[in-house]
């Protein structure tokens, strides 16, 4: 069954690139995030670091399909924390309403495990659980300064390699979409906060969390802090956790007529 619906997520996602390079062969876009911080967080808060990490996002735009790698990794030991590589594909939106489909494929997010070798002595490993997650995602258009997404995403792993390892799990994201505010005629501000529900082998947890980006005003490099709080759950990981860090953003739009 699994296979069935890895095999018609790809052909989706295949027929939606190339429907894109059909309708538009000329638009095309870049961008880049580097995030340095003082406390590696997932939304998930049995997948965070709580240590200093790196976090890298690249994204290449060819009309209304992306590729998205993330990578995350953590500073300290210089060893993988974390590798997404995301596909989306936006299909036609109306002046108030907007699809998307998405999936990661593969999720690979890395565990620490200590184990006992031949020779009595304990050693450690970092194992990778992999997993294939779906995302459709609807938004909703209130105004120019305000829009609201549902995000729901589905996944299952590609493997099992541990007992401790969560055979399945989904999460839906309500997240408002608000537009950058102005402080001053040198500094902005954007603020991303979202509510959500995340269930893992039938534990859940209801969760509030935020990213809010601070600096001037074309420049690119901005003070970050991102805070997740649960709510109410049966889930591990911490309650509460929060972070502190330093951005770099670059995008560029290349438009060929």
Known sequence: MKNRHLILLVLLLNFAYVFSQEENKNSYAISANINLNNNGISWIPVYSLEKPSIITDFKLTINNFSI??????DI????????????????????TFAFELGTLLPAA?????????????????????MYVFINPKVTI??????????????????KIVSE??????????????????????????????????????????????????????NFPIKISTSLNKAIETELRGKKFDWNIGLSYNFSKKLIEK
């Open 68 to 73: 998205n790698p993330r990578f995350r990794f």
């Open 76 to 95: 300290e030991d210089l060893q993988p924390w974390n590798i997404d590589i995301y596909l989306n594909y936006k299909f036609k939106q109306k002046k």
């Open 109 to 129: 997010t890395f565990q620490q495990f200590s184990f006992e070798n031949d020779s009595g002595l304990t050693e450690s490993r970092l194992t990778p659980w």
């Open 141 to 158: 258009n209130i105004n120019s300064n305000l829009k609201f997404r549902i995000s729901y995403f589905e996944g299952f792993p590609t």
């Open 164 to 217: 401790y390892q969560p055979k399945n799990g989904r999460t839906i994201f309500i997240q408002p979409l608000i537009k950058k505010i102005s402080v001053n005629q040198k500094i902005d501000l954007l603020w991303m906060p979202q509510l959500y529900l995340t269930t893992f082998n039938g534990d859940k947890g209801y969760y509030f969390s935020q990213n809010i980006f601070i600096g001037f005003k």
